[in-house]
């Protein structure tokens, strides 16, 4: 019913940490790309950024709530007047409707952190992995 009201508040938090995240990588970077003499264009992997990171995790979340909206659009869940929420109309549709968003909800949002993690894990591993190849070879 809405089950997506979950996975949006967390949207929404995280798309406020990315351009926070983003805003502090940008005045760290900045100062570096003026001192920097190499007129190549080559750049080294250092690491995967973070707001890197969080921009996935938006990625996931507000796609997941585009198709979940789309869904309970779709099955009368959602309706384009007040309340919006057709559990809304009646105290115990309310009651359902907050039970499924404590269970439902929590699972999906928790589901989809938790891939986030092992996105962020598997690109760290990566990354290392490439430096690592890359010393070898210089050596």
Same mark, same amino acid.
């Given at each position: 019913?809405?089950?997506?009201?979950?996975? $949006?508040?967390?949207?929404?938090?995280?798309? #406020?940490?990315?351009?926070?995240?983003? !805003?502090?990588?940008?005045?760290?970077?900045? %100062?570096?790309? $003026?001192?920097?003499?190499?007129?190549? =264009?080559?750049?080294?992997?250092? !690491?995967?950024?973070? @707001?890197?990171?969080? @921009?996935?995790?938006?990625?996931?979340?507000? =796609? /997941?709530?585009?198709?979940?909206?789309?869904?309970?659009?779709?099955? =009368?869940?959602?309706? %384009?007047? %007040?309340?919006?929420? @057709?559990?809304?109309?009646?105290?115990?549709?309310?009651? $359902?409707?907050?039970?499924?968003?404590?269970?439902? =909800?929590?699972?999906?949002?928790? *589901?989809?952190?938790?891939?986030?993690?092992?996105? *962020?894990?598997?690109?760290?591993?990566?990354?290392?992995?490439?430096? #690592? !190849?890359?010393?070898?070879? /210089?050596?």
């Amino acid at each position: 019913m809405a089950c997506l009201l979950v996975p $949006a508040a967390e949207a929404i938090v995280v798309t #406020a940490a990315y351009a926070i995240a983003k !805003r502090k990588e940008q005045k760290i970077e900045a %100062p570096k790309l $003026a001192k920097s003499t190499d007129l190549t =264009g080559g750049e080294t992997i250092e !690491r995967v950024s973070f @707001s890197k990171k969080l @921009s996935w995790l938006m990625g996931l979340l507000w =796609g /997941g709530v585009a198709l979940l909206a789309l869904e309970h659009f779709w099955h =009368g869940e959602i309706v %384009p007047f %007040p309340p919006f929420l @057709s559990a809304m109309s009646n105290a115990e549709d309310t009651a $359902a409707m907050l039970h499924e968003m404590a269970t439902v =909800g929590v699972a999906m949002t928790c *589901c989809v952190t938790a891939v986030w993690g092992a996105m *962020c894990a598997f690109a760290d591993a990566k990354v290392k992995q490439l430096k #690592a !190849r890359l010393a070898g070879q /210089g050596a």
